[in-house]
């Protein structure tokens, strides 16, 4: 268990201060979980461990019961991340849209394999169930952003914006 001094320590007063503001919503403080983690997530790019027990101490939950809803939920990040975080939907209408074709030039161009983080950092390549966009297939997102059609020319201008 975590003094509330430790908390302080490995949580900015920014973090805190939007993690109650969501918990101010519920009765319950563990129901903001998962947006206390993807707040978290915002401001470093991932949930370290000591992130992670900092959390738990704040909602009033045991380390093991958050991180295994962290587990769970494919959106959190407990390992760390490149600059930029590609997500490649993976799912059906993705798939037969040309998933592995677009898997392989992005692979390709940064020389990383899925889950893989590029050796400058710039950028780590993920998979992410269906964005929602299948009509629009192959889609991926960059840095929660939504962009559709792919193929080799649109991505390779996409992965150019990002420095
Ligand atoms: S299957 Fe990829 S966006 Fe739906």
């Given at each position: 268990m975590l003094s509330p001094e430790v908390v302080t320590e490995l949580l900015s007063v920014e973090e805190r201060e939007e993690i109650e503001a969501e918990a101010a919503?519920?009765?319950?403080?563990?129901?903001?979980c998962i947006d206390a983690m993807l707040i978290v997530q915002r401001h470093r790019g991932w949930v370290s461990d000591e992130s992670l027990g900092a959390i738990a101490e704040l909602l009033g939950m045991s380390t093991a019961d958050l991180d295994g809803i962290a587990t769970f939920y494919?959106?959190?990040?407990r390992r760390p991340v490149g600059r930029h975080v590609a997500m490649l939907c993976d799912s059906v209408s993705c798939w037969i849209m040309g998933y592995n074709r677009v898997r392989d030039h992005l692979c390709k161009q940064l020389g990383?394999?899925?889950g893989g983080t590029t050796a400058d950092n710039r950028f780590t390549l993920l998979p992410i169930v269906c964005l929602g966009a299948c009509d629009r297939a192959p889609a991926m997102m960059i840095d929660g952003e939504l962009y559709t059609d792919l193929d080799e020319q649109r991505i390779n201008t996409l992965l150019e914006r990002c420095e």
């Open positions: 919503h519920y009765p319950v403080r563990r129901a903001v494919n959106l959190i990040r990383v394999p899925m």
